[in-house]
Protein backbone atom coordinates (compact mmCIF):
# COMPACT_ATOMS: atom_id res chain seq x y z
CA UNK A 1 0.00 0.00 0.00
CA UNK A 2 0.80 3.78 -0.32
CA UNK A 3 2.44 6.07 2.33
CA UNK A 4 0.36 9.46 1.44
CA UNK A 5 1.55 12.39 3.78
CA UNK A 6 -0.33 16.18 3.36
CA UNK A 7 0.85 19.67 3.85
CA UNK A 8 -0.15 21.02 6.20
CA UNK A 9 -2.20 19.21 8.43
CA UNK A 10 -4.67 22.03 8.88
CA UNK A 11 -4.72 25.79 8.56
CA UNK A 12 -6.88 28.90 9.27
CA UNK A 13 -7.25 31.37 6.61
CA UNK A 14 -8.47 34.46 5.83
CA UNK A 15 -11.19 35.23 3.06
CA UNK A 16 -9.42 36.60 -0.46
CA UNK A 17 -6.44 34.70 0.24
CA UNK A 18 -5.26 31.25 -1.28
CA UNK A 19 -3.57 28.06 0.36
CA UNK A 20 -1.37 25.85 -1.82
CA UNK A 21 -1.44 21.70 -0.21
CA UNK A 22 1.04 19.65 -0.67
CA UNK A 23 0.40 15.87 -1.69
CA UNK A 24 3.27 13.42 -1.22
CA UNK A 25 3.43 9.58 -2.23
CA UNK A 26 6.40 7.25 -1.37
CA UNK A 27 6.04 5.38 -4.56
CA UNK A 28 5.84 6.28 -8.06
CA UNK A 29 2.07 6.40 -9.20
CA UNK A 30 0.25 7.79 -12.12
CA UNK A 31 -3.44 9.36 -10.95
CA UNK A 32 -3.77 11.39 -8.12
CA UNK A 33 -7.00 12.16 -7.11
CA UNK A 34 -8.32 15.68 -5.04
CA UNK A 35 -11.71 15.35 -3.08
CA UNK A 36 -13.06 17.27 -0.60
CA UNK A 37 -14.99 16.99 2.21
CA UNK A 38 -17.43 19.45 3.44
CA UNK A 39 -18.71 19.79 7.07
CA UNK A 40 -21.00 16.69 7.44
CA UNK A 41 -21.11 15.66 3.97
CA UNK A 42 -18.87 12.74 2.21
CA UNK A 43 -16.09 13.12 -0.01
CA UNK A 44 -16.14 14.93 -3.48
CA UNK A 45 -14.18 14.22 -6.43
CA UNK A 46 -12.44 17.76 -7.00
CA UNK A 47 -9.96 16.58 -10.18
CA UNK A 48 -7.74 13.99 -11.16
CA UNK A 49 -3.93 14.57 -11.28
CA UNK A 50 -1.99 13.02 -14.13
CA UNK A 51 2.08 13.24 -14.22
CA UNK A 52 2.77 15.20 -17.74
CA UNK A 53 -0.60 16.80 -18.64
CA UNK A 54 -3.67 19.08 -16.94
CA UNK A 55 -5.98 17.77 -14.15
CA UNK A 56 -9.30 16.94 -15.03
CA UNK A 57 -11.71 18.57 -13.17
CA UNK A 58 -15.18 17.42 -12.46
CA UNK A 59 -18.59 19.49 -12.72
CA UNK A 60 -18.45 22.10 -10.48
CA UNK A 61 -14.99 22.80 -10.14
CA UNK A 62 -12.65 24.77 -11.93
CA UNK A 63 -9.06 25.36 -12.52
CA UNK A 64 -8.89 29.22 -11.78
CA UNK A 65 -10.27 28.03 -8.16
CA UNK A 66 -8.26 24.70 -7.30
CA UNK A 67 -5.15 24.81 -9.88
CA UNK A 68 -3.44 21.65 -9.53
CA UNK A 69 0.02 21.05 -10.04
CA UNK A 70 1.91 17.43 -11.22
CA UNK A 71 5.47 18.06 -11.58
CA UNK A 72 6.22 14.42 -10.90
CA UNK A 73 5.01 11.22 -10.55
CA UNK A 74 5.35 10.86 -6.71
CA UNK A 75 4.14 15.09 -5.61
CA UNK A 76 1.27 17.05 -6.57
CA UNK A 77 -0.26 20.43 -4.87
CA UNK A 78 -3.67 21.87 -4.93
CA UNK A 79 -4.51 25.32 -4.60
CA UNK A 80 -7.31 26.89 -2.83
CA UNK A 81 -7.63 30.64 -4.57
CA UNK A 82 -9.67 33.70 -3.81
CA UNK A 83 -11.46 31.41 -0.20
CA UNK A 84 -14.19 32.24 1.32
CA UNK A 85 -15.84 30.92 4.38
CA UNK A 86 -17.39 28.17 1.90
CA UNK A 87 -14.39 26.82 0.93
CA UNK A 88 -13.78 25.34 4.67
CA UNK A 89 -13.31 21.61 4.42
CA UNK A 90 -11.28 18.80 4.38
CA UNK A 91 -9.15 18.20 1.61
CA UNK A 92 -7.41 15.22 0.52
CA UNK A 93 -5.33 13.22 -1.89
CA UNK A 94 -5.38 9.85 -3.21
CA UNK A 95 -4.18 7.57 -5.22
CA UNK A 96 -5.03 4.22 -7.02
CA UNK A 97 -3.46 1.12 -6.00
CA UNK A 98 -3.46 -2.95 -6.64
CA UNK A 99 -5.82 -2.76 -3.45
CA UNK A 100 -8.18 0.11 -4.13
CA UNK A 101 -7.63 4.02 -3.33
CA UNK A 102 -5.14 4.92 -0.55
CA UNK A 103 -5.95 8.53 0.89
CA UNK A 104 -4.02 10.88 2.53
CA UNK A 105 -4.36 11.99 6.19
CA UNK A 106 -5.84 15.26 4.84
CA UNK A 107 -5.58 19.10 5.09
CA UNK A 108 -8.82 20.72 7.89
CA UNK A 109 -8.64 24.05 5.88
CA UNK A 110 -11.23 27.03 8.21
CA UNK A 111 -11.71 30.09 6.31
CA UNK A 112 -12.71 33.00 8.32
CA UNK B 1 -24.84 9.90 -12.17
CA UNK B 2 -23.72 7.19 -9.91
CA UNK B 3 -25.47 8.12 -6.37
CA UNK B 4 -24.67 6.26 -3.21
CA UNK B 5 -26.84 5.75 0.10
CA UNK B 6 -25.89 4.58 3.29
CA UNK B 7 -27.70 3.32 5.79
CA UNK B 8 -28.57 3.32 8.82
CA UNK B 9 -27.01 7.61 8.89
CA UNK B 10 -25.99 6.43 12.72
CA UNK B 11 -25.82 3.86 14.69
CA UNK B 12 -25.10 2.77 18.16
CA UNK B 13 -24.77 -0.51 19.58
CA UNK B 14 -23.87 -2.46 22.92
CA UNK B 15 -20.03 -3.93 22.87
CA UNK B 16 -19.95 -7.39 21.16
CA UNK B 17 -23.00 -7.16 19.14
CA UNK B 18 -22.81 -8.05 15.21
CA UNK B 19 -23.63 -5.21 13.20
CA UNK B 20 -24.47 -4.81 9.58
CA UNK B 21 -24.05 -1.59 7.34
CA UNK B 22 -26.09 -1.24 4.54
CA UNK B 23 -24.80 0.65 0.71
CA UNK B 24 -26.98 0.80 -2.26
CA UNK B 25 -26.15 2.43 -5.41
CA UNK B 26 -28.40 3.69 -8.47
CA UNK B 27 -26.24 2.55 -11.17
CA UNK B 28 -25.29 -1.14 -10.72
CA UNK B 29 -22.56 -0.95 -13.04
CA UNK B 30 -20.37 -0.73 -10.27
CA UNK B 31 -16.60 -2.46 -11.28
CA UNK B 32 -15.34 -1.87 -7.65
CA UNK B 33 -16.01 -1.10 -4.49
CA UNK B 34 -14.29 -0.27 -1.39
CA UNK B 35 -15.07 0.32 2.46
CA UNK B 36 -13.22 2.89 4.05
CA UNK B 37 -13.50 3.77 7.91
CA UNK B 38 -13.04 7.39 8.89
CA UNK B 39 -12.14 8.53 12.54
CA UNK B 40 -13.08 12.42 13.48
CA UNK B 41 -10.66 14.74 11.98
CA UNK B 42 -8.61 11.99 10.08
CA UNK B 43 -8.33 11.10 6.38
CA UNK B 44 -9.44 7.69 5.63
CA UNK B 45 -8.49 4.32 6.01
CA UNK B 46 -8.78 1.53 3.68
CA UNK B 47 -10.92 -1.42 4.99
CA UNK B 48 -12.00 -4.03 2.10
CA UNK B 49 -11.94 -3.53 -1.76
CA UNK B 50 -14.06 -6.23 -3.47
CA UNK B 51 -12.92 -6.01 -7.04
CA UNK B 52 -14.94 -6.59 -10.42
CA UNK B 53 -14.38 -10.79 -10.33
CA UNK B 54 -15.41 -11.06 -6.67
CA UNK B 55 -18.32 -10.81 -4.47
CA UNK B 56 -16.99 -10.47 -0.88
CA UNK B 57 -14.01 -10.07 0.94
CA UNK B 58 -13.12 -10.68 4.49
CA UNK B 59 -10.79 -8.71 7.09
CA UNK B 60 -10.32 -10.08 10.79
CA UNK B 61 -14.28 -9.39 12.22
CA UNK B 62 -15.17 -7.60 9.20
CA UNK B 63 -16.95 -8.77 5.86
CA UNK B 64 -17.97 -7.29 2.74
CA UNK B 65 -20.34 -7.91 0.33
CA UNK B 66 -21.43 -7.12 -3.28
CA UNK B 67 -24.34 -7.82 -5.17
CA UNK B 68 -23.71 -6.11 -8.55
CA UNK B 69 -27.81 -7.64 -9.74
CA UNK B 70 -28.96 -4.95 -6.92
CA UNK B 71 -26.84 -2.39 -7.13
CA UNK B 72 -26.70 -2.98 -3.00
CA UNK B 73 -23.10 -3.89 -0.81
CA UNK B 74 -22.67 -4.82 3.08
CA UNK B 75 -20.30 -4.53 5.69
CA UNK B 76 -20.64 -6.86 8.50
CA UNK B 77 -19.02 -6.15 11.58
CA UNK B 78 -18.67 -9.43 14.07
CA UNK B 79 -18.12 -8.85 17.96
CA UNK B 80 -18.33 -5.00 18.03
CA UNK B 81 -15.96 -3.03 20.27
CA UNK B 82 -15.58 0.59 21.43
CA UNK B 83 -12.65 0.76 18.95
CA UNK B 84 -14.94 0.36 15.90
CA UNK B 85 -16.35 3.18 16.79
CA UNK B 86 -16.05 5.78 13.17
CA UNK B 87 -17.38 6.39 10.73
CA UNK B 88 -17.70 4.10 7.76
CA UNK B 89 -17.85 4.82 4.37
CA UNK B 90 -18.60 3.06 1.15
CA UNK B 91 -17.65 4.06 -2.67
CA UNK B 92 -17.45 2.65 -5.79
CA UNK B 93 -16.23 2.71 -9.13
CA UNK B 94 -18.25 2.57 -11.70
CA UNK B 95 -17.61 0.07 -14.78
CA UNK B 96 -15.68 1.65 -17.89
CA UNK B 97 -14.58 4.59 -15.45
CA UNK B 98 -11.51 6.18 -14.56
CA UNK B 99 -10.85 5.38 -10.88
CA UNK B 100 -13.21 7.74 -9.95
CA UNK B 101 -14.60 6.65 -6.31
CA UNK B 102 -18.30 8.03 -5.55
CA UNK B 103 -18.94 8.18 -1.79
CA UNK B 104 -21.68 7.73 0.56
CA UNK B 105 -22.15 10.24 3.36
CA UNK B 106 -21.28 7.55 5.70
CA UNK B 107 -23.06 5.78 8.51
CA UNK B 108 -21.47 6.68 11.99
CA UNK B 109 -21.03 3.99 14.66
CA UNK B 110 -21.20 4.52 18.47
CA UNK B 111 -20.04 1.27 20.35
CA UNK B 112 -20.91 1.68 23.72
CA UNK B 113 -18.45 -0.64 25.96
Known amino acids: SAVISQKPSRDICQRGTSLTIQCQVD?????MFWYRQQPGQSLTLIATANQGSEATYESGFVIDKFPISRPNLTFSTLTVSNMSPEDSSIYLCSVAGTRGQYFGPGTRLTVL | KQEVTQIPAALSVPEGENLVLNCSFT??????LQWFRQDPGKGLTSLLL?????REQTSGRLNASLDKSSGRSTLYIAASQPGDSATYLC????????????FGKGTKLTVNP
Open chain 2, 50 to 54: IQSSQ
Open chain 1, 27 to 31: SQVTM
Open chain 2, 91 to 102: AGVSRGGSEKLV
Open chain 2, 27 to 32: DSAIYN
